[in-house]
């Protein structure tokens, strides 16, 4: 059975600096486009970042230069560093599995919780 | 980016009664592999978001009979042909052609 579990999240400062995970079984990390999510308090989705089997990365533009996704293959385990925090990535963060080649999440995480204030 | 836009915002069905949501595409989600890259998802309350369709019109396993999509192109449709009191929460479609991965604004359903 798939699941993931994201951890990693909390209470941090602008400017700050933190790291997510997502530890996946039922499946090896490496064989799927994984991705993360996120979702502001109260509002939609938004799509943060995927990482393809070939190891290349993307971002959307309002994270790019501050989060890095990376992935552990050994520990079957998807990252988000996030670092220079701001307040508007307040949200929580989910981690997705695609499926038949698509960064469509097929399986999703059940969230950690990030919140950026001083 | 392709802008995804959803209506209605939200919805109040009897149990028992239709209902359906609209999905416009900013651009064509047909790819040159013949396939169409649109989903829908429903996020109930106080839950990470489930799979419902993808493809337009393919639903996930364990996706009941009850839920279908429709459509091509840039308009889609997804249909509850008898709402549940389950199927309350909100429901995005999400393009996934080009990056970013795009969703709609989402719309919630909720039981009269």
């Known amino acids: 059975e798939v699941q993931l579990v994201e951890t990693g999240g909390g209470l941090i400062q602008p400017g700050g600096s933190l790291r997510l995970s997502c530890a996946a079984s039922?499946?090896?990390?490496?064989?799927?486009?994984m991705s993360w999510v996120r979702q502001a308090p109260g509002k939609g989705l938004e799509w943060v970042s995927v990482?393809?089997?070939?190891?290349?990365?993307y971002y959307a533009d309002s994270v790019k230069g501050r989060f890095t996704i990376s992935r552990d293959n050994s520990q079957s385990t998807l990252y988000l560093q996030m670092n220079s925090l701001r307040v508007e990535d307040t949200a929580v963060y989910y981690c997705?599995?695609?499926?038949?080649?698509?960064?469509?999440?097929?399986?999703w995480g059940q969230g950690t919780l990030v919140t950026v204030s001083s | 980016d392709i802008v995804m836009t959803q209506t209605p915002l939200s919805l109040s069905v009897t149990p028992g009664q239709p209902a359906s949501i609209s999905c416009k595409s900013s651009?064509?989600?047909?790819?040159?592999?013949?396939?169409?890259?649109l989903y829908w998802y429903l996020q109930k309350p106080g839950q990470p978001p489930q799979p419902l369709i993808y493809?337009?019109?393919n639903r996930f396993s364990g996706v009941p009979d009850r839920f279908s999509g429709s459509g091509s192109g840039t308009d889609f449709t997804l249909k509850i042909s008898r709402v549940e009191a389950e199927d309350v929460g909100v429901y995005y479609c999400?393009?996934?052609?080009?990056?970013?991965?795009?969703f709609g604004g989402g719309t919630k359903v909720e039981i009269k």
């Open positions: 039922g499946f090896t990390v490496s064989s799927k486009y």
């Open positions: 651009q064509s989600l047909l790819h040159s592999d013949g396939k169409t890259h």
């Open positions: 493809e337009v019109s």
């Open positions: 990482i393809y089997t070939d190891d290349s990365t």
């Open positions: 997705g599995r695609g499926d038949g080649g698509s960064s469509a999440p097929r399986n």
């Open positions: 999400m393009q996934s052609i080009q990056l970013p991965l795009t």
